[in-house]
C-alpha cells in the first residue's frame, strides 16, 4: 500500500480546462472582476462556486477556518450568513479583520479577499433569513451552534419542533441571524496555466483607489 504522501504525489492539480488570461483584461474595481470569475464558474457548472473559505481569530490570536455560503457581493463587500452564537460571528465581533478565499476547480482559479467584517441594517439581516426555505429556517432556529448533544435524535426533535414553531409564526426571524459584509482592502486574484507560470494579480486601496500589480507566482 502506497503511503499517503506516494499517494498524494500521484494526484493531478490544476486538470480544469484552464482559460489564457490577459490580467489587465480584468476590471479596475475588484468587487467587479470577482463577479466576472463568479460568473464565469457558474457558467462553467463549478460545483458550488459560492463556497467560500472564511479565516477568523479569536481574542487569543487563535486562527480557525470553514467554508460558509457567499449571499451576496454589493457595493464593494462580500457576504455571508451566521448564527451570532457561532464561533465565527464571535471571533469578528472581538476581531473584524478576516480572509476570504475561494476556488473555482474547473478554472483553476483562487481569489483571497482580506477585509474588514461588520454586521448589514437590521432590515437586511431580516431578509436574509426569511428568503430562507422553511427547513432550512427550522435547522438554524433549532439550537445553539456548538452546543453538545446528547444524542442524534435530541437534535432531530430539536428541528421538528423549530418546524412546527416556522410553520406557526412564517414571519418568525432568528434573534441570533447575522450577516456579515466584508469591505476589501486586498483581493488577489490567482489564474493557474499549465504550462507558464501562473498568473497573480493583487489590489491594495491604498484609501484613495485601487492599486493593482501583477505579482510573482
Ligand atoms: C458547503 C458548506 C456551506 C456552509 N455554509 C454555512 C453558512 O453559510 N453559514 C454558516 O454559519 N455555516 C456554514 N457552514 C458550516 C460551517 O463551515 C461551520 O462548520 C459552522 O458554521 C461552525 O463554524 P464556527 O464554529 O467556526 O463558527 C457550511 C459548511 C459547508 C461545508
Same mark, same amino acid.
Given at each position: 500500500?502506497?503511503?499517503?504522501?506516494?499517494?498524494?504525489?500521484?494526484?493531478?492539480?490544476? $486538470?480544469?480546462?484552464?482559460?489564457?488570461?490577459?490580467?489587465?483584461?480584468?476590471?479596475?474595481?475588484?468587487?467587479?472582476?470577482?463577479?466576472?470569475?463568479?460568473?464565469?464558474?457558474?457558467?462553467?457548472?463549478?460545483?458550488?462556486?459560492?463556497?467560500?473559505?472564511?479565516?477568523?481569530?479569536?481574542?487569543?490570536?487563535?486562527?480557525?477556518?470553514?467554508?460558509?455560503?457567499?449571499?451576496?457581493?454589493?457595493?464593494?463587500?462580500?457576504?455571508?450568513? $451566521?448564527?451570532?452564537?457561532?464561533?465565527?460571528?464571535?471571533?469578528?465581533?472581538?476581531?473584524?479583520?478576516?480572509?476570504? $478565499?475561494?476556488?473555482?476547480?474547473?478554472?483553476?482559479?483562487?481569489?483571497?479577499?482580506?477585509?474588514?467584517?461588520?454586521?448589514?441594517?437590521?432590515?437586511?439581516?431580516?431578509?436574509?433569513?426569511? #428568503?430562507?426555505?422553511?427547513?432550512?429556517?427550522?435547522?438554524?432556529? #433549532?439550537?445553539?451552534?456548538?452546543?453538545?448533544?446528547?444524542?442524534?435524535?435530541?437534535?432531530?426533535?430539536?428541528?421538528?419542533?423549530?418546524?412546527?414553531?416556522?410553520?406557526?409564526?412564517?414571519?418568525?426571524?432568528?434573534?441570533?441571524?447575522?450577516?456579515?459584509?466584508?469591505?476589501?482592502?486586498?483581493?488577489?486574484?490567482?489564474?493557474?496555466?499549465?504550462?507558464?507560470?501562473?498568473?497573480?494579480?493583487?489590489?491594495?486601496?491604498?484609501?484613495?483607489?485601487?492599486?493593482?500589480?501583477?505579482?510573482?507566482?
Amino acid at each position: 500500500m502506497p503511503s499517503i504522501a506516494a499517494q498524494l504525489r500521484t494526484l493531478p492539480a490544476l $486538470t480544469g480546462d484552464l482559460p489564457d488570461v490577459d490580467p489587465f483584461s480584468l476590471s479596475a474595481d475588484p468587487a467587479q472582476a470577482f463577479v466576472d470569475w463568479l460568473l464565469a464558474a457558474i457558467d462553467v457548472g463549478a460545483p458550488e462556486p459560492h463556497a467560500l473559505g472564511v479565516s477568523t481569530v479569536d481574542a487569543d490570536g487563535q486562527p480557525r477556518s470553514r467554508i460558509v455560503l457567499l449571499t451576496d457581493v454589493a457595493d464593494g463587500c462580500w457576504r455571508f450568513a $451566521t448564527d451570532g452564537r457561532s464561533g465565527k460571528a464571535q471571533d469578528l465581533q472581538g476581531e473584524p479583520r478576516c480572509a476570504l $478565499t475561494m476556488y473555482w476547480q474547473p478554472l483553476g482559479r483562487q481569489v483571497r479577499i482580506v477585509g474588514r467584517a461588520e454586521q448589514v441594517s437590521e432590515a437586511e439581516r431580516r431578509a436574509d433569513f426569511l #428568503a430562507r426555505s422553511p427547513s432550512a429556517r427550522a435547522s438554524l432556529l #433549532a439550537g445553539v451552534p456548538g452546543a453538545s448533544l446528547s444524542s442524534v435524535d435530541q437534535m432531530q426533535q430539536q428541528v421538528r419542533r423549530a418546524r412546527d414553531r416556522v410553520d406557526r409564526e412564517p414571519g418568525l426571524v432568528a434573534d441570533d441571524w447575522q450577516v456579515w459584509s466584508v469591505r476589501a482592502e486586498e483581493v488577489e486574484f490567482w489564474q493557474g496555466v499549465s504550462d507558464r507560470g501562473h498568473m497573480r494579480l493583487h489590489y491594495r486601496w491604498d484609501g484613495v483607489r485601487w492599486d493593482r500589480r501583477l505579482i510573482a507566482p
